[in-house]
């Protein structure tokens, strides 16, 4: 009669597996979780480690043979395991450690090895590993085991100080960088460049401080000439979109920005309309005259800058119009209309 065979196999396999099982669980203090039948490329489980009573997040996989068959003596010190050169290439492309193990069903012993390929020799068309017979599976192999892997980490109190940080970004309207002067002299565009890499790395923070950061420049307070005019001062900004990619997106870009208009005038050529000076509170603001057609160039780096960001992002091309009309009328004075 034609019916689904029952392999002997099949019985000492989850013979051994029961036995193994046992030993996690109650000498390790672990769970042995198997892998369903359908999805096993050589792994036919995985060790998850406990520390104390909490799941560490740490495992370790393991394939199994069960059977004296499985006992060839390599040498009165070590057992030896064979396989296919396709499950070694298996086991050691995995991110987690991976045990070889065999199951004495007859003595109840389960002998282990970890997976290295410094381990392993060709034997003919596959591949070999030496398992110590006194390396044995119990409550003494448990520090060895646990050392194949890494220490469970409190992550969420290390990132307390990173959210605490990042919530006073994201309760803050506007954000002053201050650039001091000797990172001027020494064109030192570093802590600009790991602020907006924390910005980056964080979707909310990213969407907040877009349009939200102001850069001063600090150390010049006795200096008669204005920044513009400071030849040190003027190569730092002329270079800073090419060193600090995306900067763009994050500059605020309204009518009393500072810094846009700093970057513009340390590369055009503009006189200021005599009698026009007033003051606002401490700031003292006049008007100036330009030809616009020396923006082009302006444009040209800004808006490549603000481009390449907003594609490696994924942000929306509706946030990209609304910034390029914004530094548009802060630079020239000019509207694009609403199309």
Request: proline share 3%.
């Amino acid at each position: 009669m034609d019916l689904p065979k029952y392999k002997r196999s099949n019985q000492t396999g989850r013979k051994g597996l029961n036995e193994l099982k046992i030993i996690v669980e109650e000498q390790l203090g672990w769970i042995l979780r198997p892998n369903h039948q359908e999805d096993d490329f050589g792994i036919d489980g995985y060790l998850d480690i406990i520390d104390g009573e909490n799941v560490s997040g740490k495992s370790i996989a393991f394939q199994s043979k069960t059977g004296q068959s499985y006992l060839n003596e390599l040498d009165e010190n070590h057992w030896l395991f064979r396989d296919s050169f396709e499950h070694l290439n298996y086991y050691l492309n995995l991110d987690i450690p991976v045990l070889i193990i065999l199951v004495d069903d007859v003595n109840k012993i389960v002998y282990w090895e970890i997976c290295k390929g410094e381990y392993t020799s060709r034997t003919g068309q596959s591949w070999t590993i030496p398992i110590p017979k006194n390396q044995q599976l119990n409550s003494e192999s448990k520090t060895a085991l646990r050392n194949l892997v890494s220490r469970t980490v409190d992550y969420t109190s290390q990132l307390e100080s990173y959210w605490d940080g990042n919530k006073l970004l994201t309760d803050s309207g506007h954000i002053l960088l201050i650039v001091e002067r000797d990172d001027i002299i020494d064109l030192n565009y570093d802590p600009l460049i790991e602020f907006l890499t924390r910005a980056c790395s964080n979707k909310q923070l990213l969407a907040h401080l877009c349009e939200k950061i102001e850069i001063g420049i600090h150390g010049y307070d006795n200096q008669t000439k204005e920044l513009h005019e400071i030849e040190g001062v003027r190569i730092w900004v002329r270079q800073i979109f090419f060193r600090v990619p995306g900067l763009t997106y994050f500059l605020c870009n309204h009518e009393y920005s500072q810094f846009l208009k700093l970057f513009m005038f340390c590369q055009i050529e503009f006189d200021i309309v005599p009698n026009s000076q007033i003051n606002v509170g401490k700031i003292i603001r006049k008007k100036v005259t330009f030809e616009t057609n020396q923006l082009k160039n302006i444009f040209t780096v800004i808006f490549s800058d603000l481009n390449d960001f907003t594609e490696t992002f994924k942000i929306d091309l509706k946030i990209n119009e609304r910034i390029s009309k914004n530094i548009l009328k802060c630079l020239s004075g000019e509207e694009i209309p609403d199309e």
